[in-house]
Nanobody
Framework: QVQLLESGGGLVQTGGSLRLSCEAS????????MGWFRQAPGKEREFVAA????????NYADSVKGRSTISRDSVKDTVYLQMNSLKPEDTAVYYC???????????????????WGQGTQVTVSS
């Protein structure tokens, strides 16, 4: 079993930056493709960014492309989401997701992931 623990959320002003972290623990933590999703009140959980197991491939939602960077540190079993130029519409609970993967692929749909964190709140004030 794998556990995912997010951190780094908070309150920030429009135009500010945050770096979210997601630490994985468990037996298969080194073979995970990872992703970030977010859910705003009254809305569906949506894809934000994904990274392959090796870190060589990434993918971003159009809404965050150019403002966000997903990365991973294999030694620390941690995935990061650096978000810049934040907007009020970025306000949401951000979830880290993972799935075992041996093809070094990236996954952009919720149903592709087996493991989820508890979420971390990001609030962007106008």
């Amino acid at each position: 079993q794998v556990q995912l623990l997010e951190s780094g959320g908070g309150l920030v002003q429009t135009g500010g930056s945050l770096r979210l972290s997601c630490e994985a623990s468990g037996r298969t933590r080194s073979n995970l493709a990872m992703g970030w999703f977010r859910q705003a009140p009254g809305k569906e959980r949506e894809f934000v960014a994904a990274i392959s197991r090796s870190g060589r491939s990434t993918n971003y939602a159009d809404s965050v492309k150019g403002r966000s960077t997903i990365s991973r540190d294999s030694v620390k079993d941690t995935v990061y989401l650096q978000m810049n130029s934040l907007k009020p519409e970025d306000t949401a609970v951000y979830y880290c997701a993972g799935r075992p993967d041996y093809r070094d692929s990236i996954y952009v749909t919720r149903g592709s992931y087996n493991y989820w964190g508890q979420g971390t709140q990001v609030t962007v004030s106008s």
